[in-house]
C-alpha cells in the first residue's frame, strides 16, 4: 500500500462512488463528516491504493462526482448595533476534494 487517498465528496455521490470503487476492487471506508462553511453533510471516503493503480481510482472518482451549485445564507450586518441579516449566495460546491498522503507503513492483523 503506497498512498492513502482522502476524498471529500458530497452526499449524493457517495453511494454511487463508494459501488465503482468497490467493483474495480478498491478498498474504501465511509466517513460522515460536514464542511466548514455549508455546515452541512458530506462523505469524507479513506481509500488505500498501490501507486501504480492511484490514476485509476483518481479517474472512478473523477467521473461519479458532480459538480452542484447550492444556495447559502451568509449573516451581515445591516447597520453597527443592529441584527444580522441573511444574505443570499450560490456557491458551487465540488466534484470531490482529494488529498493524496504517503503511507509510512499500512498493517491489517
Ligand atoms: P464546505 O466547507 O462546506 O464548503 C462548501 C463549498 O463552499 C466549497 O466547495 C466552496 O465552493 C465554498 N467555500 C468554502 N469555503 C469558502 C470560503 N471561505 N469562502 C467562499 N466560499 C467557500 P468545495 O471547495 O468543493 O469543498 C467541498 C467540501 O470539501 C468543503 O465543504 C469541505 O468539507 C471540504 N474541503 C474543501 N477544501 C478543503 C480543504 N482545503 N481542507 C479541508 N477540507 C476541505
Known sequence: MDKL????????D??????EVTKADYRVTKLSTS???LKSGNTTLLMGVKKNRLEDLLKIIENNCKTREVAT???T???PGESYAPYPVNV????????ILDIDEYIRY
Do not use: H, K, P
Open 92 to 99: 458551487t460546491v465540488g466534484g470531490a476534494t482529494v488529498f
Open 35 to 37: 464542511g466548514g462553511f
Open 5 to 12: 487517498v482522502v476524498a471529500i465528496v458530497q452526499d449524493q
Open 14 to 19: 457517495a453511494n454511487v462512488l463508494i459501488e
Open 73 to 75: 445564507s451568509l449573516l
Open 77 to 79: 450586518v445591516t447597520m
